[in-house]
């Protein structure tokens, strides 16, 4: 069975080596010839709005996916008068845009932090006026790892802010006070069968996740309240395959800050420190395979290498450390492979992570 994947990105190569063991071809779709999931599969180059090279692309598919949310709604719709499209593309419409998301998730009894659409100035100054400061402008579409945001600390900021970011239509979030960020993957097969991960627990800098540690220390308590916020989005989209759903901590209930209709950056733990990994289930799931179990199996941190690399060998001298590099040139804030240490307790994962740390803290720039 081959299973085609629009994007070929580090998430494109981990879905195809996840496939191998399965007996399942993965033939990849992107712009860039040394896409990095080439290494992976077949690559066909094109555009993703490219109606021959997706005719191309879907051509002998038992099945599509996608590796990133913002793939063309078109061209998801085209590929699904082809062949079969999991997520389908109405994950995709939901996903894209901030608006639609909040708005879906609110339609779901899923609470989310206050917010406003803004389209002109005069929105933004009457948003903020009813929000408050602090707050972030963000773009309601194409936004990710902390691009096309503006954070505002006061009414006088919007004009600047504006001037960033006007010109597309933006959405502004009140802040909330939270303890920390979480994330929970859910996994639907075509059957309806659902699994989820443990919470995990992510750190961000500068808009791009720094890393993850899973299962989250002192989450069993909101463990069942972030699966139903899964659930209830799985069942209203029809889904299949892996969704992931970023959450605020809060003194009150769990807030949906965004979701992603693919498998995530937070669930890269999973290869080494899950029964079955996200990137395995999100196949078995597309292909009508029974989902395999996401206990996890002891404790885990993940740590993205982030514009440049430590020397591999000390890396790999850590013990319960394992490295995935993606083959792409170094460049500062792009995302360039991540190191999963993995423990059967938590003293022994800290341990581990302070000396992965300080190998960290003097990178390579090779890669």
Same mark, same amino acid.
């Given at each position: 069975?081959?299973?085609?994947?629009?994007?070929?990105?580090?998430?494109?190569?981990?879905?195809?080596?996840?496939?191998?063991?399965?007996?399942?071809?993965?033939?990849?779709?992107?712009?860039?010839?040394?896409?990095?999931?080439?290494?992976?599969?077949?690559?066909?180059?094109?555009?993703?709005?490219?109606?021959?090279?997706?005719?191309?692309?879907?051509?002998?598919?038992?099945?599509?996916?996608?590796?990133?949310?913002?793939?063309?709604?078109?061209?998801?719709?085209?590929?699904?008068?082809?062949?079969?499209?999991?997520?389908?593309?109405?994950?995709?419409?939901?996903?894209?845009?901030?608006?639609?998301?909040?708005?879906?998730?609110?339609?779901?009894?899923?609470?989310?932090?206050?917010?406003?659409?803004?389209?002109?100035?005069?929105?933004?100054?009457?948003?903020?006026?009813?929000?408050?400061?602090?707050?972030?402008?963000?773009?309601?579409?194409?936004?990710?790892?902390?691009?096309?945001?503006?954070?505002?600390?006061?009414?006088?900021?919007?004009?600047?802010?504006?001037?960033?970011?006007?010109?597309?239509?933006?959405?502004?979030?009140?802040?909330?006070?939270?303890?920390?960020?979480?994330?929970?993957?859910?996994?639907?097969?075509?059957?309806?069968?659902?699994?989820?991960?443990?919470?995990?627990?992510?750190?961000?800098?500068?808009?791009?996740?720094?890393?993850?540690?899973?299962?989250?220390?002192?989450?069993?308590?909101?463990?069942?309240?972030?699966? @139903?916020? &899964?659930? /209830?989005?799985?069942?209203? *989209?029809?889904? !299949?395959?892996?969704? #992931?759903?970023?959450?605020?901590?809060? $003194?009150?209930?769990?807030?949906?800050?965004?979701?992603?209709?693919?498998?995530?950056?937070?669930?890269?733990?999973?290869?080494?420190?899950?029964?079955?990994?996200?990137?395995?289930?999100?196949?078995?799931?597309?292909?009508?395979?029974?989902?395999?179990?996401?206990?996890?199996?002891?404790?885990?941190?993940?740590?993205?290498?982030?514009?440049?690399?430590?020397?591999?060998?000390?890396?790999?001298?850590?013990?319960?450390?394992?490295?995935?590099?993606? @083959?792409? &040139?170094? /460049?500062?804030?792009?995302? *360039?492979?991540? !190191?999963?240490?993995? #423990?059967?307790?938590?003293?022994?994962? $800290?341990?581990?992570?302070?000396?992965?740390?300080?190998?960290?803290?003097?990178?390579?720039?090779?890669?």
């Amino acid at each position: 069975m081959t299973v085609g994947v629009v994007g070929g990105g580090q998430l494109g190569w981990m879905l195809g080596r996840a496939g191998d063991p399965l007996g399942l071809r993965c033939r990849f779709l992107d712009p860039a010839p040394d896409a990095p999931a080439g290494r992976a599969g077949e690559l066909v180059v094109g555009a993703y709005d490219d109606p021959g090279a997706l005719d191309r692309f879907a051509a002998g598919l038992a099945v599509a996916t996608y590796e990133f949310e913002n793939v063309p709604l078109a061209a998801a719709r085209r590929l699904a008068e082809r062949v079969p499209v999991h997520p389908p593309p109405g994950a995709l419409a939901a996903a894209q845009d901030r608006v639609a998301e909040k708005t879906f998730f609110e339609s779901l009894g899923i609470p989310v932090a206050p917010w406003r659409a803004v389209d002109r100035l005069d929105d933004l100054r009457a948003a903020l006026a009813e929000l408050g400061c602090p707050a972030v402008l963000k773009t309601r579409r194409l936004g990710y790892d902390g691009k096309g945001q503006a954070i505002l600390r006061a009414p006088g900021d919007a004009a600047d802010a504006w001037a960033r970011l006007g010109g597309v239509p933006l959405v502004l979030e009140g802040f909330v006070r939270f303890r920390r960020e979480l994330s929970v993957l859910a996994v639907r097969g075509r059957d309806g069968a659902t699994a989820s991960y443990p919470l995990v627990e992510n750190v961000h800098a500068d808009g791009i996740l720094r890393w993850s540690r899973a299962p989250a220390p002192d989450a069993a308590a909101r463990q069942a309240e972030a699966e @139903g916020y &899964a659930r /209830r989005a799985l069942a209203a *989209l029809d889904y !299949v395959g892996v969704l #992931a759903i970023e959450l605020f901590d809060t $003194d009150g209930p769990l807030l949906a800050n965004e979701m992603a209709p693919r498998v995530h950056n937070s669930g890269h733990w999973t290869i080494e420190g899950a029964e079955t990994s996200q990137f395995e289930n999100h196949l078995r799931a597309v292909a009508g395979l029974p989902l395999g179990s996401t206990a996890p199996r002891g404790v885990s941190l993940m740590l993205n290498l982030i514009g440049a690399v430590p020397d591999p060998a000390a890396v790999l001298a850590v013990p319960g450390a394992h490295l995935h590099l993606y @083959g792409k &040139a170094p /460049r500062p804030g792009r995302k *360039l492979g991540h !190191v999963t240490l993995r #423990a059967d307790a938590p003293e022994g994962l $800290d341990a581990l992570e302070r000396e992965l740390e300080r190998l960290l803290r003097s990178p390579s720039p090779g890669g």
